[in-house]
Nanobody, 123 residues
Framework: QVQLVESGGGLVQAGGSLRLSCAAS????????MGWFRQAPGKERELVAA????????SYADSVKGRFTISRDNDKDTAFLQMNSLKPEDTAVYYC????????????????WGQGTQVTVSS
């Protein structure tokens, strides 16, 4: 199992930026896919972005393409989500997740989860 801890959430005005970080510990010697998901009140958890282990392959939700960038530093076992041009509809709890194997966009495919960090975008 991998333990994940998110940081970097907060309150920002529309049009602003935030950078989320996800620090992994535990069985980090295993190669794993990292993903960022979000869940707004009354809505289902949805994929924001995911990144593969070594080839840098990424996948993004259509709603964040061109605004958000996922990246990772394997030497530091940390993943990042740079969020620019934030909109009120981006308001949600953002979760970091990890899985072994190939990249996936399904939350059920991820076995390790962080506790979540709140992102609130005011209009």
């Amino acid at each position: 199992q991998v333990q994940l801890v998110e940081s970097g959430g907060g309150l920002v005005q529309a049009g602003g930026s935030l950078r989320l970080s996800c620090a992994a510990s535990g069985r980090t010697s295993s190669r794993f896919v990292m993903g960022w998901f979000r869940q707004a009140p009354g809505k289902e958890r949805e994929l924001v972005a995911a990144i593969g282990w070594s080839d840098g392959y990424t996948s993004y939700a259509d709603s964040v393409k061109g605004r958000f960038t996922i990246s990772r530093d394997n030497d530091k076992d940390t993943a990042f989500l740079q969020m620019n041009s934030l909109k009120p509809e981006d308001t949600a709890v953002y979760y970091c997740a990890a899985r072994t194997g190939t990249i996936s966009t399904k939350s059920g495919a991820f076995g390790s989860w962080g506790q979540g960090t709140q992102v609130t975008v005011s209009s």
